[in-house]
């Protein structure tokens, strides 16, 4: 029974920040342009796709503002979307669309892979740089092994995006190609952001209760 309550709580816990981290609007942001983008390709041609993909970004974004969404939030949006529109420009070609979503994956691919071979774990700078973890812990070695792990899975994470998606663009098979960057792109990204965070803050509180109940044992034996 406690295990069950345990997973709940974890999991409620884990859509809470999911929302914390505007996942139900990365959803909308990065689902509706691509979806029209392929309806268009799929129609006509990679220009019809493009015009379709920037209209729906234009429009979704018209809508966030209204809701209240910030400016700067809504702005990047939009422009992840022109860039990636641009790339089809530059290449002359519908699979040009996602190769900016291949790029992205080798980069943090090769990063945290780097990192990990060298004993300095990416995940661990970047939870001290945004304050998810202090810069200091009474284990540091519990704290780099986790980091080995946590790193370890973004890299595998951004590993796979480049395993299942290159062959596609090889390929030249942009529906397919497409359906599959709209399962791993914004939705699974804020997903792995929320799976990292409760993982992290998890290890944090469960390292700390046991000093914790050493801590209340020791004062209670010096009051016997």
């Given at each position: 029974m406690r295990i069950e309550t345990s997973e709940r709580s974890g999991a409620a816990e884990m859509w809470g920040k999911f929302r914390a981290l505007g996942g139900p609007g990365h959803l909308l942001d990065g689902a509706a342009p691509a979806i029209g983008f392929l309806i268009g390709y799929s129609a006509a041609d990679a220009k019809s796709g493009v015009l379709i993909a920037l209209a729906v970004a234009a429009f979704v974004g018209l809508y966030r503002l209204l809701r209240g969404d910030s400016v700067k939030t809504v702005t990047i949006s939009l422009l992840v979307v022109v860039v990636f529109s641009m790339f089809v420009g530059i290449t002359g070609?519908?699979?040009?669309?996602?190769?900016?979503?291949?790029?992205?994956?080798?980069?943090?691919?090769?990063?945290?892979?780097?990192?990990?071979?060298?004993?300095?774990p990416l995940s661990?700078?970047?939870?001290?740089?945004?304050?998810?973890?202090?810069?200091?812990?009474?284990?540091?070695?519990?704290?780099?092994?986790?980091?080995?792990?946590?790193?370890?899975?973004?890299?595998?994470?951004?590993?796979v995006h480049l395993v299942v998606m290159v062959p596609l663009y090889a390929a030249n098979k942009v529906v397919l190609l497409g359906s599959v960057a709209l399962v791993l792109g914004k939705p699974a990204l804020v997903l792995m952001l929320a799976v990292t965070w409760l993982w992290v803050r998890r290890s944090l509180r469960d390292g700390r209760e046991p000093a914790e109940s050493l801590a209340l044992e020791q004062v209670s034996a010096r009051s016997a």
């Open positions: 070609e519908g699979r040009g669309f996602y190769l900016p979503d291949l790029l992205i994956c080798l980069f943090f691919s090769v990063a945290f892979g780097l990192t990990l071979l060298t004993g300095r661990r700078w970047a939870c001290r740089r945004i304050g998810l973890e202090p810069a200091e812990h009474a284990d540091p070695r519990a704290r780099l092994l986790l980091h080995r792990r946590v790193t370890g899975a973004w890299f595998a994470f951004w590993a």
